[in-house]
Protein backbone atom coordinates (compact mmCIF):
# COMPACT_ATOMS: atom_id res chain seq x y z
CA UNK A 1 0.00 0.00 0.00
CA UNK A 2 1.78 3.54 -0.95
CA UNK A 3 1.49 6.53 1.66
CA UNK A 4 -1.31 8.66 0.30
CA UNK A 5 -0.89 12.34 -0.28
CA UNK A 6 -1.00 14.70 2.80
CA UNK A 7 -3.26 17.27 1.26
CA UNK A 8 -5.96 16.55 -1.15
CA UNK A 9 -8.58 19.23 -2.72
CA UNK A 10 -11.96 19.48 -0.74
CA UNK A 11 -14.87 20.15 -2.54
CA UNK A 12 -14.16 23.45 -3.85
CA UNK A 13 -11.06 22.90 -4.69
CA UNK A 14 -9.40 24.03 -1.60
CA UNK A 15 -6.08 21.83 -0.16
CA UNK A 16 -7.09 20.17 3.15
CA UNK A 17 -4.79 17.69 5.28
CA UNK A 18 -5.92 14.12 4.02
CA UNK A 19 -7.09 12.26 6.92
CA UNK A 20 -6.27 8.97 5.39
CA UNK A 21 -2.50 9.82 5.64
CA UNK A 22 -3.00 10.09 9.86
CA UNK A 23 -4.53 6.43 9.61
CA UNK A 24 -1.91 4.92 7.16
CA UNK A 25 0.98 6.45 9.07
CA UNK A 26 -0.77 4.80 12.30
CA UNK A 27 -1.11 1.28 10.37
CA UNK A 28 2.43 1.64 8.99
CA UNK A 29 3.91 2.50 12.41
CA UNK A 30 2.26 -0.43 13.89
CA UNK A 31 3.20 -3.04 11.10
CA UNK A 32 6.96 -1.69 11.49
CA UNK A 33 6.60 -2.29 15.30
CA UNK A 34 5.39 -5.81 14.31
CA UNK A 35 8.74 -6.56 12.22
CA UNK A 36 10.50 -4.90 14.34
CA UNK A 37 9.51 -7.04 17.41
CA UNK A 38 10.43 -10.07 15.51
CA UNK A 39 13.42 -10.03 14.37
CA UNK A 40 16.65 -10.93 15.63
CA UNK A 41 19.41 -8.12 16.77
CA UNK A 42 22.09 -8.99 13.99
CA UNK A 43 18.87 -8.20 11.41
CA UNK A 44 17.89 -5.34 13.52
CA UNK A 45 21.12 -3.81 11.88
CA UNK A 46 19.58 -4.08 8.53
CA UNK A 47 16.74 -1.88 9.54
CA UNK A 48 18.00 0.80 11.14
CA UNK A 49 16.90 4.19 9.77
CA UNK A 50 14.36 2.74 7.60
CA UNK A 51 11.24 4.67 8.07
CA UNK A 52 8.31 2.91 5.98
CA UNK A 53 7.50 -0.68 7.07
CA UNK A 54 7.29 -1.88 3.16
CA UNK A 55 10.76 -0.61 3.11
CA UNK A 56 11.99 -2.42 6.39
CA UNK A 57 10.43 -5.33 4.63
CA UNK A 58 11.93 -5.29 1.20
CA UNK A 59 15.44 -4.33 3.61
CA UNK A 60 14.99 -7.88 5.04
CA UNK A 61 13.79 -9.36 2.38
CA UNK A 62 16.69 -8.51 0.51
CA UNK A 63 19.48 -8.67 3.10
CA UNK A 64 18.08 -12.96 3.96
CA UNK A 65 17.16 -13.54 0.28
CA UNK A 66 17.20 -17.47 -0.18
CA UNK A 67 19.42 -16.85 -3.15
CA UNK A 68 22.17 -14.61 -1.33
CA UNK A 69 25.15 -16.27 -1.44
CA UNK A 70 26.82 -13.54 0.30
CA UNK A 71 24.43 -14.69 2.80
CA UNK A 72 25.42 -18.17 3.27
CA UNK A 73 29.52 -17.38 3.13
CA UNK A 74 28.74 -14.72 5.73
CA UNK A 75 26.45 -17.34 8.20
CA UNK A 76 29.28 -20.34 7.26
CA UNK A 77 32.26 -18.13 8.19
CA UNK A 78 30.27 -17.28 11.36
CA UNK A 79 30.32 -20.67 12.23
CA UNK A 80 33.36 -21.84 11.41
CA UNK A 81 35.09 -18.61 12.98
CA UNK A 82 32.99 -19.05 16.70
CA UNK A 83 35.31 -19.28 19.78
CA UNK A 84 33.73 -19.41 22.87
CA UNK A 85 36.37 -18.11 24.89
CA UNK A 86 35.31 -16.28 28.31
CA UNK A 87 31.78 -16.39 26.89
CA UNK A 88 29.52 -18.41 28.71
CA UNK A 89 28.72 -22.15 27.18
CA UNK A 90 24.71 -21.00 26.79
CA UNK A 91 24.91 -17.96 25.29
CA UNK A 92 28.04 -20.03 22.70
CA UNK A 93 25.41 -22.58 22.05
CA UNK A 94 22.65 -20.39 21.22
CA UNK A 95 24.56 -17.88 18.77
CA UNK A 96 26.14 -21.32 17.13
CA UNK A 97 22.25 -22.60 17.08
CA UNK A 98 20.84 -19.06 15.89
CA UNK A 99 23.60 -18.86 12.77
CA UNK A 100 22.47 -22.61 12.06
CA UNK A 101 19.11 -21.69 12.21
CA UNK A 102 19.66 -19.01 9.87
CA UNK A 103 21.28 -21.14 7.29
CA UNK A 104 18.67 -23.44 7.37
CA UNK A 105 15.94 -20.77 7.09
CA UNK A 106 17.17 -19.83 3.55
CA UNK A 107 17.87 -23.64 3.02
CA UNK A 108 21.85 -23.95 3.10
CA UNK A 109 22.28 -26.57 5.77
CA UNK A 110 24.93 -27.45 7.11
CA UNK A 111 25.84 -31.38 7.31
CA UNK A 112 26.19 -32.85 11.04
CA UNK A 113 29.76 -33.85 10.70
CA UNK A 114 30.69 -30.04 9.61
CA UNK A 115 28.19 -28.36 12.10
CA UNK A 116 29.90 -30.87 15.32
CA UNK A 117 33.44 -30.26 14.57
CA UNK A 118 33.00 -26.15 14.05
CA UNK A 119 30.99 -26.40 17.40
CA UNK A 120 33.21 -28.41 19.34
CA UNK A 121 36.50 -26.33 17.71
CA UNK A 122 35.02 -23.38 18.75
CA UNK A 123 35.00 -24.53 22.30
CA UNK A 124 38.78 -24.38 22.03
CA UNK A 125 41.45 -26.27 24.46
Do not use: C
Not at 15 to 34: F, G, R
Not at 99 to 122: M, R
Amino acid sequence: MTQPEAKINDDNGKKIMNLDLLAWVHTDKLIKSWIIATISEEALGTVVGITISNDVWNALANAYSQNSQAREFELLFKLQDKKKDSTPLYVYLAEFKSTYDQLNIIEKPVPDPNKEFWLLSGLGP
